[in-house]
């Protein structure tokens, strides 16, 4: 009789690449139940994985000022520690924007974990590819490109309404239907239904004036929305399955998808999926922007810094730090990475060099000390309007949903200038440029209010 692959399944067998070699030879010689058994031996699991003794190499970037940054720091470097006796790991790095982000073992924001041939679907997160794209628009009056931006853009939960739509290209619609885990009709509707969407917390639309050439650039943050949280809990169900037959020892936020597995090839491919989906979700809110202003992009580039990034059998597992290596971005037109730090603030426009203690990478941001509950209690005594005009004050900030989000605030965020001292301490990349800000359009508290549901869009401006 002809064997086939359900047949390996039942005998206990993960689906696996040697799965067709194997057939090919069990069917060629026509074994028996005895010698197929016999024959599967070779390619049963090893015993469970245990964790390493100590941890893999940490390069720690990050120095504290304070005492609440000091436990800070001590909480990140803790945690990284953890992580990397998972026995994937081979090295890890701490920016300087790193804070806790879960239990101890949870990669943190600001951290960089190194593992061989095995990707970690929990160390990038739900919100896959997060990233920011620059469109340099030439001479022109900033405001009239955030009014145009405020039109183009969509926050909040959800996607955009029918008839509002932007079309998911043939080529993308494509290779979500050839991928295992993108290929269901759900996933390629909500893909459709959130193109030209940024979410909520901590994503923007920010217009600011380069410090060096005066032009106006319009620069907006956002991840894989939906499509990318629906491949985060797929991926994260196929490592716990991995974890438990060949590590369980290793903590359920670090399960990994064997990358010499079928499963592992193919989430390694859906990343690179939603990977297209964000950059073309980036576009079209620009592309609608600029056709609104009737004008033409001078000049565009973009990075991820919620990623994935490959080098030959290394994953390098970037949770909030920005690529500085040409080899993490095959479709780089530039050499040039973007780092925000608030809304107040310019964002830099850096490029930089991969080092040993830096791991090719550099801080995405300026990171928390505190949690955002915290950082509201600390503001208690303020009314939210008197802290959002004292920490706004000349700028042209709104909030999408028309409810202020304090929490988004610069003095959430940690101080914006540590940030720009410890780059240069560490050799984090260097500074060529910074877009000084004019305004910015984020979700706020969109809990409070929904005026993407009615017909009229009222703005909180300075």
């Known amino acids: 009789m002809k064997i086939d692959g359900n047949y390996i399944v039942k005998l206990g067998y993960r689906p696996a690449k040697w799965f067709k070699e194997a057939l090919l030879y069990i069917n060629q010689n026509d074994l028996n139940e005895q010698q197929i058994a016999l024959y599967l031996e070779q390619y049963r699991s090893p015993d469970p994985l245990e964790l390493l003794t100590t941890h893999a190499p940490l390069h720690i970037n990050i120095s504290a000022e304070n005492p609440i940054e000091q436990e800070n720091?001590?909480?990140?470097?803790?945690?990284?520690?953890?992580?990397?006796?998972?026995?994937?790991?081979?090295?890890?790095?701490?920016?300087?924007?790193?804070?806790?982000?879960?239990?101890?073992?949870?990669?943190?924001v600001g951290g960089v974990a190194v593992a061989r041939k095995a990707i970690h679907p929990g160390m990038h997160s739900a919100d896959i590819c997060c990233s920011v794209m620059l469109t340099d628009i030439g001479k022109i009056d900033p405001k009239r490109v955030l009014?145009?931006?405020?039109?183009?853009?969509?926050?909040?939960?959800?996607?955009?309404?029918?008839?509002?739509?932007?079309?998911?290209?043939?080529?993308?619609?494509?290779?979500?239907?050839?991928?295992?885990?993108?290929?269901?009709?759900?996933?390629?509707?909500?893909?459709?239904?959130?193109?030209?969407?940024?979410?909520?917390?901590?994503?923007?639309?920010?217009?600011?004036?380069?410090?060096?050439?005066?032009?106006?650039?319009?620069?907006?943050?956002?991840?894989?929305?939906?499509?990318?949280?629906?491949?985060?809990?797929?991926?994260?169900?196929?490592?716990?399955?991995?974890?438990?037959?060949?590590?369980?020892?290793?903590?359920k936020q670090n399960a990994w998808i064997p990358f010499d597995t079928d499963q592992g090839e193919q989430y390694w491919n859906a990343l690179q999926v939603i990977r297209k989906w964000t950059k073309l979700n980036h576009e079209l809110i620009h592309d609608a922007t600029l056709a609104t202003l009737a004008l033409q992009a001078q000049n565009r580039f973009w990075n991820e810094h919620n990623f994935v990034f490959r080098d030959g059998d290394l994953f390098y597992h970037a949770k909030g730090a920005t690529p500085l290596d040409a080899q993490f971005l095959p479709d780089a037109t530039s050499s040039l990475r973007l780092i925000p730090l608030n809304m107040a603030s310019p964002v830099l426009i850096v490029q930089g060099q991969k080092q040993a203690h830096n791991l090719g990478f550099a801080p995405h941001g300026a990171g928390r000390n505190m949690s955002r509950s915290q950082h509201k209690k600390s503001k208690a005594d303020q009314t939210i309007q008197d802290i959002f005009k004292e920490e706004t004050f000349g700028l042209d900030v709104r909030f999408y949903s028309n409810e202020i989000d304090i929490s988004e605030l610069p003095s959430a965020y940690k101080n914006a200038e540590t940030i720009r001292q410890q780059m240069q301490q560490f050799d984090l990349g260097q500074i060529v440029d910074e877009v000084l800000p004019y305004g910015c359009i984020m979700a706020g508290d969109w809990q409070k209010n929904t005026p993407w549901k009615s017909k009229k869009n009222v703005t909180i401006r300075k």
């Open 73 to 108: 720091v001590n909480q990140v470097i803790s945690t990284m520690k953890t992580l990397l006796r998972t026995p994937t790991m081979v090295a890890g790095a701490i920016m300087p924007d790193a804070c806790p982000t879960g239990s101890n073992g949870t990669i943190p």
């Open 147 to 251: 009014d145009a931006a405020h039109q183009s853009t969509h926050f909040g939960i959800g996607g955009r309404a029918r008839g509002k739509q932007f079309k998911l290209t043939t080529e993308l619609e494509d290779l979500f239907r050839q991928n295992i885990f993108l290929k269901e009709d759900r996933t390629i509707s909500i893909a459709r239904e959130h193109l030209g969407t940024q979410g909520d917390g901590n994503h923007f639309l920010f217009v600011g004036i380069s410090k060096m050439t005066g032009n106006t650039m319009l620069i907006t943050h956002h991840g894989s929305r939906a499509p990318g949280a629906i491949l985060f809990d797929k991926g994260m169900k196929v490592a716990e399955g991995f974890r438990r037959e060949i590590s369980p020892d290793t903590l």
